[in-house]
């Protein structure tokens, strides 16, 4: 697995610190269906410019995290987001599976890619703030949630999508983090779990 992003070799920016107190999210069953299930074959637009298709990412194991919102870039959080349980730490989640890009390899993750309804543009601009390895996939239609029913939430007159990831091998889902807290450390907590199940016998 190789770096997506070419940047000078200087410690990349760190998002700022989640609050303490965030409220945690519970689990509400609506990812339970997952595991055993395939990816649809759905196209979807990279921060690369490149069309990745879900069901042909790869042979091997990877790595899928969806998110709800990082936002248009210099906009302050949304008065309430915090309030939330699971919204706030996209950035840092992000960040995360950027610290810990090269152990994920080492580990016999091929590929992580990130998903959310969140406008390309502004995904492009989080990839090049903090100078992320891997690429941030655009689904405003909420395409894959019709596909698979993934957990989604309103907030602000908006629908997002719910923290979520998926280990899968090739095109099938092998093992699912829901919910996701918190997600500043959650990369680690990934890692953890590829330490304790080597490709094929995790569930």
């Not at 074959?41 to 091997?60: E, I, K, M």
């Not at 990839?127 to 405003?140: A, E, G, H, I, N």
């Not at 699912?176 to 918190?182: A, G, I, L, T």
Request: aromatic share 10%.
């Amino acid at each position: 697995m190789k770096h997506s992003v070419n940047e000078p070799a200087t410690v990349p920016p760190v998002p700022d610190p989640l609050p303490a107190d965030l409220p945690r999210p519970v689990d509400d069953g609506t990812a339970r269906h997952l595991v055993g299930r395939t990816l649809p074959p759905l196209t979807f637009l990279a921060t690369d410019v490149s069309q990745v298709r879900l069901d042909s990412v790869c042979t091997g194991r990877w790595v899928l995290f969806i998110y709800p919102l990082t936002g248009k870039p210099g906009e302050d959080v949304p008065r309430g987001w915090n309030e939330i349980p699971g919204a706030r730490g996209c950035s840092q989640e992000a960040c995360g599976f950027r610290d810990h890009f090269e152990e994920l390899s080492s580990h016999g993750i091929d590929r992580v890619l990130a998903l959310s309804s969140d406008r390309h543009e502004y995904q492009v601009a989080l990839v090049r703030r903090f100078r992320l390895p891997y690429q941030m996939l655009s689904d405003p239609k909420f395409e894959l949630e019709t596909a698979m029913d993934l957990p989604t939430f309103e907030a602000f007159g908006q629908r997002l999508y719910k923290r979520l990831t998926m280990v899968l091998t090739a095109d099938t889902i092998e093992h699912v983090f829901y919910p996701v807290f918190p997600p500043d450390t959650h990369a680690a907590e990934v890692l953890y779990w590829l330490r304790q199940n080597s490709a094929g016998t995790g569930a």
